[in-house]
């Protein structure tokens, strides 16, 4: 089993920046590809990011690129989602997920979920 721990998130005014963290630990691999996604009320669970186990492969959604990016610390079992010009169209739960198979587009291709953090942008 691998567990799976979102923090960072917050309160932040539009403009402003915030920096999320997700905690590995279990029977983890830092041969996975790992990805943020998002969820607002009453929205479906969108892709926001994805890394490849060694970093050299990331991608984004159209709506983030350019504005945050995502990184991983394998030796701390770690990723990260630096989130800068946060837009109040950000405002979601945030969830870091250990990829599975299939399009890393898509949150049925993986497998282990953490709890989600929550991101509020203000105007």
């Known amino acids: 089993q691998v567990q799976l721990v979102e923090s960072g998130g917050g309160l932040v005014q539009a403009g402003g920046s915030l920096r999320l963290s997700c905690a590995a630990s279990?029977?983890?691999?830092?041969?996975?590809?790992m990805g943020w996604f998002r969820q607002a009320p009453g929205k479906e669970r969108d892709f926001v990011a994805t890394i490849s186990w060694n970093g050299g492969t990331i991608d984004y959604a159209r709506s983030v690129e350019g504005r945050f990016t995502i990184s991983r610390d394998n030796a701390k079992n770690m990723v990260y989602l630096q989130m800068n010009s946060l837009k109040v169209e950000d405002t979601a739960t945030y969830y870091c997920?250990?990829?599975?198979?299939?399009?890393?587009?898509?949150?049925?291709?993986?497998?282990?979920w953490g709890q989600g953090t929550q991101v509020t942008v203000s105007s």
């Open positions: 279990g029977r983890t691999s830092n041969n996975y590809r």
């Open positions: 997920a250990q990829y599975r198979d299939g399009s890393p587009y898509y949150s049925s291709s993986y497998n282990y």
